[in-house]
């Protein structure tokens, strides 16, 4: 197949994913997210591609997705395809890394705005914001000497650290953490090969980043299974019940026959006099003894 018909597929593939998703994600009643940002290559290694996501941590679905550099306008995109989706955005308990725009953007776009009081002697004051009562933002800053991991800082943004308690004791965390977005990033970088951190097979044109971006997305949205949503069953039901206890009846049988089968072998060797490199066992003298009595008849 040529190039260029693969390149337009792909874009094909881009923009009907990418359309899908603006289509049926919205007014999404989320009160949990986790935010963060992962490494990428298009073209060569020097033109980065960074990949921005906000995911929702209970039921693993990406709500946002941009792309561009790792800048304070990356995450502004970020934030304001977060608000657009989001039926309340006003109580999001946001879960980060320490980059700094997740804490100085913040504000602007899950806060509250007002005017502060104008005194008159100076000029009137810009605009400020105000976090409200069920919005929160905490940072989990992960400080390493070279490789590894030596310590984690918890900083509590925004907001009060009672929410992110709620939000916590909703997820079943014990600590504030993006273990969530971390597998998602894990999972993105197998099935792009642009997002690899050590491969050579990145795009090779920008666009074509954006695009393959976009369809990996659509994928993982709603076409792969979420293990870790199964319910278990109280009792097994079905055809895995008959499969198990059938499994159960062989080996019910298979070990006392492997058990006896090893004593006669063993019984057999002990009755042989002499090395066991060199002589045989009684039983399998008498077999080629018999063998042998009925070839010459």
């Known amino acids: 197949m040529d190039v260029e018909t693969v390149r337009r597929l792909r ?7 990418h359309q899908y998703h603006d289509e049926h994600v919205v007014d999404v009643d989320i009160k949990e997210l986790q935010a963060d940002k992962r490494h990428g290559f298009a073209g060569k290694r020097c033109n980065h591609a960074w990949e921005a996501e906000m995911i929702a941590p209970e039921s693993k679905f990406v709500l946002t997705h941009v792309q561009g550099r790792r800048e304070e306008e990356l995450i502004a995109a970020l934030y304001q395809d977060t608000v657009k989706r989001v039926r309340d955005k006003h109580s999001v308990a946001l879960f980060t890394d320490g980059f700094g725009s997740y804490k100085s953007l913040f504000p602007v776009y899950f806060g509250r705005p007002y005017h502060p009081p104008y005194s008159g002697r100076r000029r009137p004051h810009n605009i400020r914001y105000r976090i409200p009562r069920q919005a929160a933002h905490v940072q989990v800053v992960k400080h390493r000497q070279g490789r590894q991991l030596h310590h984690v800082e918890i900083r509590y ?3 009060s650290q009672r929410r992110i308690n709620q939000a916590l004791q ?7 953490n993006t273990s969530a977005i971390e597998r998602r990033n894990g999972t993105a970088r197998l099935m792009s090969p642009a997002q690899q951190r050590k491969s050579l097979a990145f795009a090779k044109r920008d666009d074509g980043k954006v695009h393959s971006g976009w369809w990996a997305l659509t994928v993982y949205n709603w076409c792969r299974p979420r293990r870790s949503l199964r319910i278990k069953l109280a009792a097994p039901q079905g055809k895995k019940s008959l499969l198990n206890a059938r499994r159960r009846w062989r080996l019910g049988w298979q070990i006392p026959f492997l058990l006896s089968l090893r004593s006669s072998v063993l019984r057999s060797f002990l009755s042989t006099g002499g090395d066991n490199l060199t002589s045989q066992p009684i039983v399998l003298q008498k077999r080629m003894q018999h063998l042998s009595g009925q070839n010459t008849h």
């Not at 874009?11 to 994913?17: A, D, F, V």
């Not at 909703?170 to 504030?176: E, H, I, N, Q, W």
């Open 11 to 17: 874009k094909r593939l881009g923009r009907h994913g």
């Open 157 to 159: 943004a925004h907001g």
């Open 170 to 176: 909703k997820l079943g965390y014990c600590v504030p």
